[in-house]
């Protein structure tokens, strides 16, 4: 029995409606997907710490909740050391320093006005009422709230709960994709799974070192430089780092503007600028390279555009989500010979494809070959 072979832009159109389904499924399940997404990836993250306890003899579910409890524990030092830096910044912005954003937000508002005609609506100094409406016209309703707040408990309490069930069931969700692509060799199926474990590993662990040198980089800078809260604004800039492109430069611009509203000359806040710009080029040449290494491989156009697409959907998070997401989207897209074009086009130039062609000769011979005469 013959089957008939479809045409390749017919494919390609399956292919893109199979990605508008998945964006819309994205948009409406929200609520479940970002917390699952998340907690998959930190499982991942843990894989390999569990199967060190296992090969110890240790049940999978007790070195799931070691490693999970170690988890916890790390994150909520992190939170914590965060928490401590926000609120030392926000009593001196309720303090002493009030007075110089104030007389910085007068100015700037009465120079706008002179110049471009333009009122921003603080002649008397910076209200947090006034920024508030500007990013919430509306008033949220109580009973809005109140939901809003029991949702995201509910997310942060099912975290670990996936996490740790994710960890039990590794195996069993990785024999479910092998029966998925039956046709395959279960033990090739296997080692692409398992890259593409090591891919989101690397990846996070990677980001999460660069994250780590870059934010006490930036809190030496800024503590050279005089800077108060020099080490809130470092490590921000540096978390800041996971969102590629965007987050970098609010990290600068943050010091930038405290700078230059504290501080008397605008040597500190052109010095705090041009000190992120090298440290921002350091960490793309050199330091994420040698530590990330090239195993997301994603070119700059995908990334731009699935930021773009992240945030839309699912806002900050999506952002920081969406790479792993590509990255993992890629490598399954290379398992399939139908669908490793569209593996090519999230994944870096081939400078080389065009050379590899065999090139017709520029002259065409236009006279036959005659042979010559004895």
Known sequence: MTTAKLPNYVKAVYIFLLIIIIVFFMIIAKQI??????????????????NRLERRKIPRSVSAAICLLLFIITISGLLLFIYLQVRGFMDDLGGSLKNEVNAFVIEANKW???????????????????????????????TQ???????????IILLPVYIFFLLIYRDHL????????????????????????KVVYAYISGAGKVMLILAVVNT?????????????????????????????????TLPFVFALIT??????????????????????????????GSNVNLNALITFLGLLIGGAIWG?????????????????????????PYAYLFGEEDNNWFKK??????KAKTEPDVPEAD
């Open 112 to 142: 706008t006005e002179e110049h471009f005609g333009f009122d921003l609506g603080m002649r008397y100094g910076f209200e947090i009422k006034k920024a508030v409406e500007m990013v919430q016209t509306e008033e949220a309703p109580p």
């Open 263 to 292: 501080k008397d000359s605008l040597f500190y806040p052109i010095a705090v600028i041009v000190s992120f710009t090298f440290i921002q080029m350091l960490e793309g040449a050199f330091l994420t390279p040698k530590i990330t």
């Open 357 to 362: 062609r065999p090139r017709k000769n520029k």
């Open 174 to 197: 990785a024999v479910f994709v092998a029966k998925v692509f039956s046709r395959s060799n279960n033990d090739e199926i296997l080692d692409k799974l398992t890259s593409i474990r």
């Open 33 to 50: 997907l970002v917390p699952l997404l998340i907690s998959g990836y930190i499982a991942m993250l843990l894989t390999s710490s569990c």
């Open 220 to 252: 030496a800078v800024l503590f050279a430089l005089g800077i108060e809260h020099a080490i809130f604004f470092g490590v921000l800039a540096g978390i800041l780092n996971i969102i590629p492109y965007l987050g970098p430069w609010i990290g600068a």
């Open 316 to 340: 900050i998070v999506g952002m920081i989500i969406i790479i792993p997401t590509i990255a993992i989207l890629k490598k399954l897209f290379e398992m399939s010979p139908d669908t490793q």
């Open 145 to 155: 709230i109140l939901w809003s707040t029991i949702a995201m408990i509910g997310d």
